[in-house]
């Protein structure tokens, strides 16, 4: 290796301090803000305005009791915004859209966002929060957005870079020729779905992956997921979320999990480290 190579990886391996990124700038900045504790600072966005705000307080109460109890109080989430925003494309400018047996505007509001965003929901929330007065000005001193939203997607939840989203309400089975349902989510639900999601956004991967390889019958699953450690971890598939609840029960993170949290993501937070935390231990 000569010295024009050695001086090209030198200038690579400076970049990332070159570039210090903030949640103002991109999705998904390369490093955390430095920290005296282990606070994660976030907002709570209803995005589409299905909730009121007096539900958004409600569930930031419960979001910041279980996560910190989550993390086996290690990280401590300090909501820092609760918003109301609404949806940025409105069905009233689409009347062109409209699906067999569905009259209810708002149904067709939320499936509307299934047809023509989908996935790409995290990038126009990510978009309307930079815009947004509630919240832009105070970007780049959060580490995540965690919304709930009525637009519909394939899954339950996702995670993209620092921005986390969930479904409330849900659409359930609208193709069927009685219409299907809306069903309303609780408020445990929604709590648990966010905990997994803001998990993401600390680079958390899932647990029992060794359950959901491809081709898996559900019988194979479910002894898998039986004799896996980490089932009940919060980013497990294996979880059976029929047993969140409002008042007592909610996964949290497990043994293998905690240690990540304790071990990579904690010291991250605390020295303004790499957000793509190396050497994650594999919970199985
Ligand atoms: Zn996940």
């Known amino acids: 290796m000569g010295f024009r190579e050695i001086f090209f990886i030198a200038l690579l391996m400076l970049e990332p301090l070159a570039h210090a990124d903030t949640l103002a700038d991109v999705m998904d900045p390369s490093t955390y803000i430095p920290r005296s504790d282990a606070t994660l600072n976030i907002a709570l966005v209803d995005y589409g305005q299905e909730h009121t705000h007096e539900d958004l307080l409600r569930i930031k109460t419960l979001l910041e009791k279980r996560f910190f109890q989550a993390t086996d109080s290690m990280i401590k989430l300090n909501v820092a915004i609760t918003t109301n925003i609404p949806y940025r494309s409105l069905i009233s400018s689409h009347p062109e859209y409209q699906l067999p047996n569905i009259t209810d505007p708002a149904r067709l509001q939320r499936l509307w966002y299934y047809d023509f965003v989908n996935e790409n929901i995290m990038q ?69 779905e966010l905990i997994h999601e803001i998990g993401h956004t600390l680079f958390l991967g899932h647990t029992s992956t060794q359950c959901q390889k491809p081709g898996m019958t559900y ?64 919970c199985n």
Do not use: H
Request: glycine fraction near 10%; charge should be negative.
């Open 124 to 192: 126009e929330i990510y978009d309307v929060v930079k815009t947004s007065l509630s919240i832009g000005p105070s970007l780049a001193g959060l580490d995540a957005v965690a919304t709930i939203t009525g637009a519909q997607f394939d899954g339950l939840g996702f995670a993209d870079g620092r921005i986390a989203v969930t479904e409330s309400p849900r659409e359930i089975a609208w193709a069927l020729p009685d219409g299907g349902t809306t069903e309303i989510v609780s408020d445990g639900s929604v709590v648990d």
């Open 219 to 282: 019988e194979e699953t479910k002894l898998c997921c039986a004799a896996s450690d980490a089932r009940d971890d919060v980013m497990s598939y294996c979880r059976d979320r029929k047993k969140v609840n409002d008042t007592d029960f909610f996964f949290g993170f497990k043994d293998c999990q905690l240690r990540n949290i304790k071990n990579l993501v904690i010291p991250a937070m605390l020295s303004g480290g790499g957000w793509m935390i190396q050497n994650r231990e594999i």
